[in-house]
């Protein structure tokens, strides 16, 4: 059996449709109403009369001075005195000082003040120069000397015999001065046995001409300790 009703007479067709709708058009009215806001405004001015200061009376504040009147001239004098120029008037005479003779300026000789200045190797400048070291970099040549001399001992190192059947061992430590001319002076040894302290004396002597230390650009001389082993085997 067919319905009766016509399928587009139907009210619940579309009536999820119209829901929404109605809701989103009441959910804007009630936000319009939230965010609606008043203010109260109100305008209010002063008035400035501008002929309030057209009679304002100005004080004189600065008053004006008058300069003191000038002093009156000094009294004439009475009675003037004529003199007589006749009176002779002796003449100062004024003689030079100046000598015909030349000065004779005498060479004043200056002490070189680097001349007995030490300056110990740790602290001077400029370090003495081994030779072999002058290619290295100025930094770098305290321990360029270093091991210089470290090597010339080990090259001409030699044991005595007298130390050595005696069993002597010990070391001996070696101060000398490199001079002004880069020579080796005053060799002063200090150890256990003479014949060690010889050696030593001779390993130091047999040491090359070297280029001296400078102190602010000078030569001057330089004191260096250095301690020798000697020791059995």
Request: glycine share 4%; net charge negative.
């Amino acid at each position: 059996m067919q319905p009766k009703k016509n399928p587009k007479a139907d009210i619940n067709k579309n009536r999820s449709l119209y829901f929404v709708i109605g809701l989103a058009f009441v959910l804007f009215i009630t936000w319009q109403a939230i965010e609606s806001k008043t203010y109260e405004t109100k305008y209010d001015y002063e008035s400035l009369n501008i002929n309030d200061d057209d009679d304002e009376e100005i004080p004189i504040t600065e008053q004006l001075k008058q300069p003191p009147p000038p002093p009156p001239p000094p009294p004439a004098p009475e009675i003037i005195e004529v003199v007589d120029d006749e009176e002779e008037v002796e003449e100062t005479i004024i003689e030079s000082t100046e000598s015909d003779e030349e000065m004779v300026i005498e060479d004043i000789e200056v002490e070189d003040e680097f001349e007995d200045i030490e300056v110990p190797f740790a602290v001077i400048e400029d370090v003495p120069i081994f030779p072999g070291c002058e290619k290295v970099s100025k930094s770098q040549r305290r321990t360029c000397f270093q091991d210089k001399i470290n090597q010339h001992i080990k090259r001409n190192f030699r044991y005595p015999e007298i130390a050595q059947e005696m069993g002597i061992q010990g070391r001996v430590y070696v101060n000398f001065i490199i001079g002004r001319d880069g020579v080796i002076s005053n060799i002063r040894m200090r150890g256990p046995d003479k014949n060690l302290e010889n050696e030593a004396g001779r390993i130091i002597g047999r040491l090359p001409k070297m280029t001296p230390g400078k102190q602010r650009g000078r030569p001057v001389r330089v004191p260096f300790s250095i301690p020798i082993t000697f020791r059995l085997q």
